[in-house]
């Protein structure tokens, strides 16, 4: 699954020929990500710093206690 994050990912999402999933903002992204990852699964954050994806990051770390 490919997970856009902010309008800037929508050129990104719209050319990819995977699932896709987009959110506005890195909270919403945040507040979603422990119910799509699963057990075993291998997760890549890549973004810019303005983006805010740490809370993300912070996400998958809380999920993971």
Excluded: H, P
């Amino acid at each position: 699954v490919l997970i856009g994050v902010g309008e800037e990912t929508r050129a990104m999402l719209d050319a990819a020929d995977v699932e896709k999933l987009f959110f506005a903002t890195a909270g919403e992204a945040a507040n979603e990500i422990q119910n799509l990852v699963r057990a075993g699964d291998v997760v890549l954050v890549k973004g810019s710093r303005s983006v805010g994806l740490e809370i993300v990051v912070d996400a998958l770390k809380a999920g993971g206690r």
